[in-house]
């Protein structure tokens, strides 16, 4: 039996089975994949309420049939689409999560670059 921690809770395997592991928040066992068992584990910790692994497993299948993962790269910053929906676009820029259509944060990385010139234009 395999151990591994994860948050202070402890994930075991289940026999001889290393793809099934449980784990034992509060005084229910839940049982699924290591990537289930640790969004329960986050869901818990973060809003101490236990969510049965289960429903992360239906989620992630859902999610996979949308699309796939695209990523560009726009003067410098990346803008990703993880499900393929077209305003699901998403970039960390200067610190900051934007999220909404790649158009829109297009027009967005590009006016912050103008207003960042003339500004540097302006001091000279």
């Known amino acids: 039996m395999a151990v591994s921690t994860y948050r202070g809770f402890d994930l075991k395997t289940v026999g001889s089975n290393s793809d099934v592991w449980q784990v034992q928040i509060k005084n229910r066992v839940l049982q699924g994949s290591t990537a289930a068992l640790k969004k329960s584990i986050d869901w818990f910790c973060d809003s101490a309420m236990v969510i ?3 429903e992360f497993s239906s989620l992630s299948k859902v999610r996979q049939g949308h699309g796939k993962a695209v990523q560009e790269t726009f003067f410098g910053y990346i803008i ?4 393929g929906e077209p305003n699901s676009w998403y970039c960390l820029f200067n610190g900051k999560l934007i999220k909404g259509g790649k158009l829109a944060i297009q027009k967005h990385i590009e006016g912050y670059l103008i207003a960042k010139k003339k500004a540097e234009q302006q001091k000279k």
């Open 52 to 54: 049965d692994p289960k």
């Open 80 to 83: 990703k689409n993880d499900t």
